[in-house]
């Protein structure tokens, strides 16, 4: 069977081509040209933030992130364990150790009551993951770091447009990354950003992506860096993406709410939004009442045309990551009933109502809520 719904597709304006024809009219199309500097203001201005620097990918931006806070060998960083893969390696490639924190159920974000269990001598940083777009709540998880002297690494890969109160995810910690991979809401192809509002982790920032270069010295390196520089054309395919952010955001806005509509009723929880939060759903997200029909549903929409991924397995199951007897309940059984459905901003109402429609037969209960 074809795929009729894919599980995600970008959004683009048209804008897109024009820019990248410049960068290559220009001939500005590695990682010098005028569409980076662009790209980095106007992402800190959406943000709110002082400082956002461009790089090649999200898990590349995390990994400079740490390392711009001096986390090396021997300490120990806190994140969920029901997060993409990413976020524990990047933690690794310091040469720093992942302690993994259960989930709280309600929201599928890593559950504060859990850190402070977790907090050893060796604990240098929490990163909180916003996971599929909901926020993680940052008051206690915050109020946590400044009590035991962490600190704060927001991976924000899924989480653009997303808030906690009337802040937007990424401006709480001492430094955030973001991911523009091909599915994320705003997309370069591959890219990332990490954002501070402090300018020594930024200018430190710089230097590791740029393989280390020296301030004020040509091919001077007095740093072991990266090239993990973002290029010219991404950044202009950023520029474009970044004019149409809230129509995007809007649009998966009402996707969501046409999907919980038409679920209702049915044994499949839509994931929710907190109160007083913002969930920017990258990734509209369901769990079905018993683990044991998740599987069985993906195979029956598959047959449909209808593509979906499940939840992320935790990262305490990953064989590079097991240890002896560590296992985290809550995390598990929402990895066992979740999955995610297509989610890309164009669906239309009549294309959700076509993909809850078959989700409704699986259940045995006809046409799904218009």
């Known amino acids: 069977m074809s795929i009729k719904f894919p ?16 960068c290559l009219e220009s001939t500005w ?17 959406y943000l709110g933030t002082a400082h956002a620097v461009a790089v090649s990918n999200g898990t590349v931006a995390l990994h400079v992130a740490l390392e711009a806070l001096g986390i090396g060998p021997g300490d120990e960083v806190l994140l969920p364990t029901l997060t993409y893969i990413a976020s524990a390696n990047a933690i690794t490639y310091t040469g720093a150790t992942p302690v993994f924190v259960d989930s709280e ?44 002297g962490l600190k704060v690494v927001e991976d924000c890969a899924e989480a653009i447009g997303t808030r906690d109160g009337d802040r937007l ?4 910690g001492d430094v955030a990354s973001f991911s523009f991979f091909g599915n994320k809401t705003i997309t370069t192809g591959e890219g990332g950003m990490v954002t501070t509002a402090d300018p020594e982790i930024a200018d430190k920032v710089r230097r590791l992506k740029g393989q280390g270069l020296a301030k004020d010295r040509e091919y001077w390196h007095d740093l072991v860096g990266y090239n993990y520089r973002m ?29 919980r509509e038409a679920l209702s009723g049915l044994p499949a929880e839509v994931h929710g939004t907190r109160p007083g939060s913002f969930n920017s759903y990258w990734m509209v997200s369901i769990l ?34 097991q240890r002896p007897g560590e296992r985290f309940a ?41």
């Open 7 to 22: 599980v995600y597709r970008p959004r683009f304006t048209g804008k897109e081509k024009d820019l990248v024809l410049d």
């Open 29 to 45: 199309i590695s990682s010098k040209g005028k569409y980076i500097g662009q790209f980095e203001s106007r992402f800190a201005d």
């Open 105 to 148: 159920t309600a929201y599928w974000q890593m559950d504060p009551r859990e850190l402070e269990a977790r907090i050893t001598p060796r604990t240098k940083a929490i990163m909180p993951v916003h996971l599929y777009g909901h926020a993680c709540e940052m008051a206690p998880i915050m109020a946590i770091a400044k009590r035991h």
């Open 169 to 172: 995810v990424g401006t709480f």
């Open 231 to 259: 290029t010219n054309i991404c950044a202009a395919i950023g520029c474009a993406q970044m004019d149409a952010i809230e129509e995007v955001i809007a649009m998966k806005q009402a996707v969501a709410g046409w999907y």
């Open 288 to 321: 079905t009442d018993q683990a044991e029909d998740r599987d069985r549903l993906r195979a029956h929409l598959k047959e449909d045309g209808i593509e979906t991924r499940p939840l992320f397995p935790p990262m305490h199951l990953m064989p590079v990551y």
């Open 330 to 370: 809550r995390a598990e059984g929402l990895a066992q009933r979740g999955l995610n459905l297509p989610s890309y901003p164009e669906l239309s109402r009549d294309d959700v109502a076509e993909i809850s429609n078959s989700i409704a037969r699986y259940f045995g209960r006809g046409e799904a809520r218009r």
